[in-house]
C-alpha cells in the first residue's frame, strides 16, 4: 500500500546515507516512475529530500535534516493513528507495524495519554471483510485475481484483474483495478464481489493508466440535471464538486458510467429532480418509468 511504502522509503533514508531508485523499486516492487512520485510526495510533505544523477546518484536526505517527533504535533500523529486503528479491523493486520512505529515517536498514543478527538468508523460488513484481506495480499505480491462481479443492474460476469488500489468512501470498500477482459481500468464495489481467487501469475506496473482513465470518463453519461431548491443539502452533499445555485434550483453537471445507475440515482429524487440533458437520458427515464406502470398494472 502506498502509505505504508512512503513510510518505509522515508525510513530508508533516515537510515542510509544514499538509496538508489532502483534499489527502492526492486524492494517494494514498483516502478521506477512510481518510486520518483513517491519521493515528490515527500518533498511535499515537508521532509527535503535531495536527487543526485550519475553513476553513484540516488536519494537522500538534505544536509542538516532530521525526522523527530517534534516534527509532527501530537494532534498529527493522533489524526493519522486512529485512521489506521479504525482501517484495522478490515485489514486484520496490515498496519500493526506502521502503528507500532508511530507509537514508538509518540509513546502517548499507545498508553491512552491523548484524547481522540477524531474517531474513524471504518466498520463495514462481514461480505467486504471476507474480500479485503485477499485483495491486499494479491496487491502486496502483484498476484491477478479472479472474481464474479455482479453490477448495479444485476447483471453477473467473470473479471480477471490486476489489483491497483482499495479505497474506502461512505462506509464501502471499493477495488481499483485494470480489468484485463475490458481492457481497461475499472472501480468494483468490494461487496458485489463473490468467488474470488487469488492467482500466483504475477503482473508488471503498467504505465500510463492515467491516461487511460480520462479515456474511461469521456465514455460515461455527461448528465445536466436541475433539482428543487428544497433539497438543496441533499444534492450539494451528493455532488459536492458539481453543483451550481441560481434562482429557486440547484443545477448539476455530472458523468453517470452506467444508464442503470444513472436512473437509480434520479428517481431516489421523486418529481424534485428533471433532466436537462441529454435527451437520451430522458427517454430511458421514462422507459423505465413505463415499464414499473406496466408491473403493477399486471399485478392489479
Same mark, same amino acid.
Given at each position: 500500500?502506498k502509505?505504508?511504502r512512503?513510510?518505509?522509503?522515508?525510513m530508508?533514508?533516515l537510515t542510509?546515507k544514499?538509496?538508489? #531508485?532502483? #534499489?527502492?523499486a526492486?524492494?517494494?516492487?514498483?516502478?521506477?516512475r512510481? $518510486?520518483y512520485?513517491d519521493? @515528490?510526495l515527500?518533498n %511535499?510533505?515537508?521532509?527535503?529530500?535531495a536527487?543526485f544523477?550519475?553513476a553513484?546518484g540516488g536519494?537522500?536526505l538534505?544536509?542538516?535534516?532530521?525526522?523527530?517527533r517534534q516534527h509532527?504535533? $501530537?494532534?498529527d500523529f493522533?489524526?493519522?493513528?486512529?485512521?489506521l486503528?479504525g482501517i484495522?479491523?478490515t #485489514?486484520?493486520?496490515?498496519?500493526t507495524t506502521?502503528m507500532n512505529?508511530?507509537?514508538?515517536l +509518540?509513546?502517548?498514543?499507545?498508553?491512552?495519554?491523548c484524547h481522540?478527538?477524531?474517531? *474513524? @468508523?471504518?466498520?463495514?460488513?462481514?461480505r467486504?471483510?471476507t474480500w479485503v %484481506?485477499?485483495?491486499?495480499?494479491?496487491?502486496?505480491?502483484?498476484?491477478l485475481?479472479? *472474481?464474479?462481479?455482479?453490477?448495479?443492474?444485476?447483471?453477473c460476469?467473470?473479471? %480477471?484483474?490486476? &489489483?491497483?488500489?482499495l479505497?474506502?468512501?461512505q462506509g464501502?470498500?471499493?477495488l481499483?483495478?485494470?480489468?484485463? *477482459?475490458k481492457?481497461?481500468?475499472r472501480?468494483f464495489?468490494v461487496s458485489? $464481489?463473490?468467488?474470488?481467487?487469488?492467482?500466483?501469475?504475477?503482473?508488471?506496473p503498467?504505465?500510463?493508466l /492515467?491516461?487511460?482513465?480520462e479515456?474511461n470518463?469521456?465514455l460515461g453519461? %455527461?448528465?445536466?440535471?436541475?433539482f428543487d431548491?428544497?433539497?438543496g443539502?441533499r444534492?450539494?452533499?451528493q455532488? &459536492? /464538486?458539481?453543483?451550481i445555485?441560481? /434562482?429557486?434550483?440547484?443545477? =448539476? +453537471?455530472?458523468?453517470f458510467?452506467?444508464?442503470?445507475?444513472a436512473i437509480?440515482v434520479i428517481l431516489?429524487?421523486?418529481?424534485? =429532480?428533471?433532466i436537462?440533458?441529454?435527451p437520451?437520458l430522458?427517454e @430511458?427515464?421514462?422507459? /423505465?418509468?413505463?415499464n414499473?406502470?406496466?408491473?403493477?398494472e399486471?399485478?392489479?
Amino acid at each position: 500500500m502506498k502509505l505504508d511504502r512512503l513510510l518505509g522509503i522515508t525510513m530508508e533514508l533516515l537510515t542510509k546515507k544514499r538509496v538508489t #531508485a532502483t #534499489a527502492l523499486a526492486a524492494r517494494y516492487e514498483v516502478s521506477v516512475r512510481t $518510486i520518483y512520485r513517491d519521493v @515528490d510526495l515527500i518533498n %511535499q510533505a515537508g521532509i527535503p529530500v535531495a536527487s543526485f544523477t550519475g553513476a553513484d546518484g540516488g536519494f537522500e536526505l538534505m544536509s542538516g535534516f532530521y525526522l523527530t517527533r517534534q516534527h509532527f504535533s $501530537i494532534d498529527d500523529f493522533l489524526a493519522i493513528y486512529n485512521l489506521l486503528k479504525g482501517i484495522e479491523g478490515t #485489514a486484520k493486520g496490515k498496519y500493526t507495524t506502521i502503528m507500532n512505529k508511530l507509537g514508538t515517536l +509518540q509513546p502517548a498514543l499507545l498508553n491512552g495519554g491523548c484524547h481522540e478527538q477524531i474517531i *474513524f @468508523d471504518m466498520s463495514t460488513s462481514e461480505r467486504e471483510r471476507t474480500w479485503v %484481506q485477499p485483495i491486499l495480499h494479491a496487491m502486496d505480491r502483484s498476484n491477478l485475481i479472479k *472474481f464474479t462481479y455482479t453490477s448495479a443492474s444485476g447483471s453477473c460476469s467473470e473479471r %480477471q484483474v490486476e &489489483p491497483l488500489h482499495l479505497y474506502w468512501e461512505q462506509g464501502v470498500w471499493y477495488l481499483e483495478a485494470y480489468c484485463l *477482459f475490458k481492457q481497461a481500468k475499472r472501480i468494483f464495489r468490494v461487496s458485489r $464481489i463473490s468467488a474470488l481467487e487469488a492467482s500466483s501469475e504475477n503482473f508488471l506496473p503498467r504505465e500510463n493508466l /492515467e491516461e487511460g482513465r480520462e479515456e474511461n470518463k469521456a465514455l460515461g453519461i %455527461q448528465a445536466h440535471l436541475r433539482f428543487d431548491s428544497s433539497i438543496g443539502p441533499r444534492v450539494t452533499e451528493q455532488f &459536492p /464538486e458539481a453543483f451550481i445555485s441560481v /434562482e429557486g434550483y440547484v443545477e =448539476v +453537471q455530472t458523468i453517470f458510467y452506467t444508464t442503470a445507475y444513472a436512473i437509480s440515482v434520479i428517481l431516489s429524487y421523486g418529481s424534485k =429532480v428533471e433532466i436537462l440533458s441529454p435527451p437520451e437520458l430522458k427517454e @430511458d427515464l421514462l422507459q /423505465e418509468l413505463e415499464n414499473i406502470r406496466n408491473r403493477y398494472e399486471i399485478k392489479s
